[in-house]
């Protein structure tokens, strides 16, 4: 069974703080992952992506991606009431080619406190 | 451009009875993918049509079946509802080439009763 663990926290920072997510899979043929925010009531949204071992950085977001230990995490910088939502993270064995057939984790809720 | 597009955004039925529902992808996407969202077990993927060949499955019964047609519409249909299909169902479309992005739409609210 393929899983992917995330904390459901919440997880609560203070505005202008970094905010850690963290995503844990068990597929070791995983081979593409995504960050996705869902606000409430909404459907989920891309963030960003990562293939590579190593950093991403994008505008206040950082994924970043261990396969050796079957790691993930998004970091937010400069944390703002705006960015409090639900984060999924979510793998694919796919390469390249289609995105089809995630396997999400259940999410961390974030909140950002002004 | 407009969105993924999905009919109806919410739906009641009863036990046994079957449903059906509708997914627009984005002009130009040939992908679509389906997933159902519950509180208890998240985002689960269903099935992911390209050019109306279901290319991927996830683990979902035989109750649950999709179909997509020439203008990449797709349409899912759950037959024999259970309480347990009470779910969000959303529809998600990729322009396979650029195999980052997948825009979901806003889903289809079903409540089982």
């Known amino acids: 069974q393929k899983e992917v663990e995330q904390n459901s926290g919440p997880l609560s920072v203070p505005e202008g703080a970094i905010a850690s997510l963290n995503c844990t899979y068990s597929?070791?043929?995983?081979?593409?992952f995504f960050w996705y925010r869902q606000y409430s009531g909404k459907s989920p949204e891309l963030i960003m992506f990562?293939?590579?071992?190593g950093d991403k950085e994008d505008g206040r977001f950082t994924a970043q991606l261990n396969k050796a230990s079957q790691y993930v995490s998004l970091l937010i910088r400069d944390s703002q009431p705006s960015d409090s939502a639900t984060y999924l993270c979510?793998?694919?064995?796919?390469?390249?080619?289609?995105?089809?057939?995630?396997?999400f984790g259940k999410g961390t809720k974030l909140s950002v406190k002004p | 451009k407009a969105g993924v597009t999905q009919t109806p955004r919410y739906l009641i039925k009863t036990r046994g009875q079957q449903v059906t529902l509708s997914c627009s992808p984005i002009?130009?996407?040939?992908?679509v993918s389906w997933y159902q969202q519950t509180p208890g077990q998240g985002l689960q993927f269903l099935f992911e049509?390209?050019?109306?060949?279901?290319?991927n499955k996830g683990n979902f019964p035989g109750r649950f079946s999709g179909r997509q047609f020439s203008n990449s519409r797709s349409e899912m249909n759950v037959s024999t509802l259970e309480l347990g299909d009470s779910a969000l169902y959303l529809c998600?479309?990729?322009?396979?080439?650029?195999?980052?992005?997948?825009?979901f739409g806003p889903g289809t609210r079903l409540t089982v009763l």
């Open positions: 002009s130009g996407h040939r992908s």
């Open positions: 979510a793998v694919s064995e796919n390469y390249g080619g289609s995105q089809g057939n995630l396997i």
């Open positions: 998600a479309s990729s322009f396979v080439a650029s195999e980052e992005t997948q825009y």
């Open positions: 597929d070791r043929g995983s081979q593409s």
């Open positions: 990562i293939y590579s071992n």
């Open positions: 049509y390209f050019s109306e060949t279901q290319r």
